[in-house]
C-alpha cells in the first residue's frame, strides 16, 4: 500500500536554529498537508497546500513556517527561527482529492533544546 | 468551546467486549474521519463519512448528519484495539482543514 514518508523521525536541535522537515507524499496525491501535535495535546492544523501554493493556513502557521515542494516529489516544512514550544510531533499527511481520505507520515518527532 | 468532543476520554474494557466510542460536532461539516494513533505516535486513517455507515472488519463506523454525532464501533475487541482514536471533521463552504477531536485512550485487557 503507497505510503506517506517523513524523514528524519526524530530530531534534536538547539533555539534559535533552522530545521526542515520532509514529507514525500504519495505520487498521485494533489493536496497535501502539515499537522502537529505538541505531547498531551490535539492535534493542530498548520497548513495546506495544492497547486504548488498554501491553500489555507492556521494562526499557528506565522512567517517563521514556510512550505515547500521543490522537485514535485519532496514536501518541505521549514522552521526558520525554533522556539522551545515548536517541540511537538509533526505529521505530513496527502490525500488525492478533498473528499477522499487522508494518508499520514509516521511523524517526525522536533524536540528545541 | 471544542469544536469537536469526544466521549468517554478513557475507556477500559476486556478482551471480547463491543466497544464505542462517540464524535459529538457543533459545525457544519462535509466530512468525518476516524483516525487511529498508536503508542508510537503514528495516525492511521480508519473511515471517512459523509453519511450513513461503513464498516471495514471489526470496526463500524456511523454517522448522524442532523445530531451532528458519530460513534466507532469495535466488535470483538482485541488487546491489539489498544490506541487511541481520534474523530476528525472537515468543516463544508471549502475548507480544507482537519479539526480534531482530544481523542479517546482505549485500552483492552486479555
Known amino acids: 500500500e503507497p505510503e506517506v514518508t517523513q524523514t528524519p523521525s526524530h530530531q534534536v536541535t538547539q533555539m534559535g536554529q533552522e530545521v526542515i522537515l520532509r514529507c514525500v507524499p504519495i505520487s498521485n496525491h494533489l493536496y497535501f498537508y502539515w499537522y502537529r501535535q505538541i505531547l498531551g495535546q490535539k492535534v493542530e492544523f498548520l497548513v495546506s497546500?495544492?497547486?504548488?501554493?498554501?491553500?489555507?493556513k492556521s494562526e499557528i502557521f506565522d512567517d517563521q513556517f514556510s512550505v515547500e515542494r521543490p522537485d514535485g516529489s519532496n514536501f518541505t516544512l521549514k522552521i526558520r527561527s525554533t522556539k522551545l514550544e515548536d517541540s511537538a510531533m509533526y505529521f505530513c499527511?496527502?490525500?488525492?482529492?478533498?473528499?477522499?481520505?487522508?494518508?499520514f507520515g509516521s511523524g517526525t518527532r522536533l524536540t528545541v533544546v | 468551546k471544542n469544536e469537536v468532543e469526544q466521549s468517554p476520554q478513557n475507556l477500559t474494557a476486556q478482551e471480547g467486549e463491543f466497544i464505542t466510542i462517540n464524535c459529538s460536532y457543533s459545525?457544519?461539516?462535509?466530512?468525518l474521519h476516524w483516525l487511529q494513533q498508536h503508542p508510537g505516535g503514528g495516525i492511521v486513517s480508519l473511515f471517512m463519512l459523509s453519511s450513513g455507515k461503513k464498516k471495514h472488519g471489526r470496526l463500524i463506523a456511523t454517522i448522524n448528519i442532523q445530531e451532528k454525532h458519530s460513534s466507532l464501533h469495535i466488535t470483538a475487541s482485541h488487546p491489539r484495539d489498544s490506541a487511541v482514536y481520534i474523530c476528525a471533521v472537515r468543516r463544508d463552504q471549502g475548507a480544507q482543514k482537519l479539526v480534531f477531536g482530544q481523542g479517546t485512550r482505549l485500552t483492552i485487557n486479555p
Open positions: 497546500f495544492y497547486n504548488n501554493e498554501i491553500s489555507e
Open positions: 459545525v457544519g461539516i462535509s466530512a
Open positions: 499527511a496527502s490525500s488525492e482529492a478533498l473528499d477522499y481520505g487522508y494518508t
